[in-house]
């Protein structure tokens, strides 16, 4: 089971930190991937972490503004995103995969967790 939180209103460069939570069971070997969807838009990939390696990876519209972690100790997952746009607003999502090597494709995410809300403000 994954638990994501953190979301909420914020200006425009302001930041956010969203955590995703695991419990239930272990993804000890998993990718942890976040991913974003705006109103009437498709599902983005936005970050991944291999919780083995700590191996990360995040896509270009983010790099350089948001940085994904794990914290192994509190079974969490960190996105903490930095100057942040309005053009960033979406539900964002964490999910889990056991292959590292499909990290950015949602449909080899097999564990998702509920979306928390992100809206920036111009």
């Known amino acids: 089971q994954l638990q994501a939180s953190g979301g909420g209103l914020v200006q425009s460069g302001g930041s956010l930190k969203l955590s995703c939570v695991a419990s239930?069971?272990?993804?000890?070997?998993?990718?942890i991937g976040w991913f974003r969807q705006a109103p009437g838009k498709e599902r983005e990939w936005v970050a991944a972490?291999?919780?083995?390696?700590?191996?990360?990876a995040h896509a270009d519209s983010v790099k350089g503004r948001f940085t994904i972690s794990r914290d192994n100790t509190k079974n969490t997952v960190f996105l903490q995103m930095n100057s942040l746009k309005p053009e960033d607003t979406a539900v964002y999502y964490c999910?889990?995969?056991?292959?590292?090597?499909?990290?950015?494709?949602?449909?080899?995410?097999?564990?998702w967790g509920q979306g928390t809300l992100v809206t920036v403000s111009s």
């Open positions: 999910a889990a995969n056991a292959h590292w090597s499909s990290y950015d494709n949602a449909d080899q995410y097999g564990y």
């Open positions: 239930g069971r272990t993804f000890s070997s998993y990718a």
């Open positions: 972490v291999s919780w083995i390696s700590e191996t990360t």
